[in-house]
Antibody, heavy 113, light 112 residues
Framework: EVQLVESGGGLVQPGRSMKLSCAAS????????MAWVRQAPTKGLEWVAT????????YYRDSVKGRFTISRDNAKSTLYLQMNSLRSEDTATYYC??????WGQGASVTVSS | DVVMTQTPVSLPVSLGGQASISCRSS???????????LHWYLQKPGQSPQLLIY???NRFSGVPDRFSGSGSGTDFTLKISRVEPEDLGDYYC?????????FGSGTKLEIK
């Protein structure tokens, strides 16, 4: 069974950093592209970043480019999202997804002073 | 960026009835490889999104045949027949042909 489990969320002050992790199991992690999608409270879904199966290619939405970094450790079957210079508008539930088909339960990030 | 215009915003339906949701893109979603990367999701209250239909018309594993997708180019439709209580929630389309990926704004399926 495919499982994606996010961790690392919480409350953080504006301008600070936070790193999310997504532990994958039930499939060969190194064979799949992965992505982060977020959802602000009461809002719709918003794509954040994608990484290729081997980590050689990464893509970001403009509003996070230069602040967020998506990465992966295929030996640990884990996806990461390093978020720097956080803003209030980054407040959301962050979902890890495998190929936009399988989704984790989400990690809540609140950016507030 | 590709704009995904999803309608309606709210869709009251009777149990056992039929529902139809439209998604229109601001540019063609046909990839250079010939595939069209338009997908449909259902997000039930308090849950993560779940994939229903991938690449326009392919039902994902375990999705009942009451769900069907159609369309081409810039115009796509999700149909749900014989609506059941478990179908209620927010529906989203997603295009993954072009970066940045973009979602429709969502359709709330509710009981009439």
């Amino acid at each position: 069974e495919v499982q994606l489990v996010e961790s690392g969320g919480g409350l953080v002050q504006p301008g600070r950093s936070m790193k999310l992790s997504c532990a994958a199991s039930g499939f060969t992690f190194s064979n799949y592209g992965m992505a982060w999608v977020r959802q602000a409270p009461t809002k719709g879904l918003e794509w954040v970043a994608t990484i290729s199966y081997d980590g050689s290619s990464t893509y970001y939405r403009d509003s996070v480019k230069g602040r967020f970094t998506i990465s992966r450790d295929n030996a640990k079957s884990t996806l990461y999202l390093q978020m720097n210079s956080l803003r209030s508008e980054d407040t959301a539930t962050y979902y890890c997804t495998r190929d936009y088909a399988a989704w984790g339960q989400g990690a809540s990030v609140t950016v507030s002073s | 960026d590709v704009v995904m215009t999803q309608t309606p915003v709210s869709l009251p339906v009777s149990l056992g009835g039929q529902a139809s949701i439209s998604c229109r893109s601001s540019q063609s979603l046909v990839h250079s490889n010939g595939n069209t990367y338009l997908h449909w999701y259902l997000q039930k209250p308090g849950q993560s999104p779940q994939l229903l239909i991938y690449r326009v018309s392919n039902r994902f594993s375990g999705v009942p045949d009451r769900f069907s997708g159609s369309g081409s180019g810039t115009d796509f439709t999700l149909k749900i027949s014989r609506v059941e209580p478990e179908d209620l929630g927010d529906y989203y389309c997603l295009q993954s042909t072009h970066f940045p990926l973009t979602f429709g704004s969502g359709t709330k399926l509710e009981i009439k």
